[in-house]
């Protein structure tokens, strides 16, 4: 999907409108917060925090790995 986006003034502030299917295509609706981060390209835009997924992907390897140790401690 390529769309050229409009900065526009809102308040004191600068703001940018996204069009009915980018906002279609990252599951978002009014409320919802996007996350912004770098990318070696330039930036990206997400609707999940990008943070929170290079932990849970670290937490899902560690569980992996010890699968056995995890599963003597939960008894």
Do not use: C, H, W
């Amino acid at each position: 999907m390529n769309a050229s986006l409009k900065l526009v003034k809102i308040g004191n502030s600068t703001g940018v409108i996204l069009p009915k299917e980018l906002l279609a295509r990252l599951r978002v609706e009014l409320g919802d917060t996007l996350y912004v981060s770098e990318s070696p390209d330039g930036v990206r835009l997400t609707a999940s925090n990008p943070d929170f997924e290079a932990k849970m992907k670290l937490a899902e390897k560690i569980m992996r790995e010890d699968r056995d140790i995890l599963r003597v401690l939960a008894q």
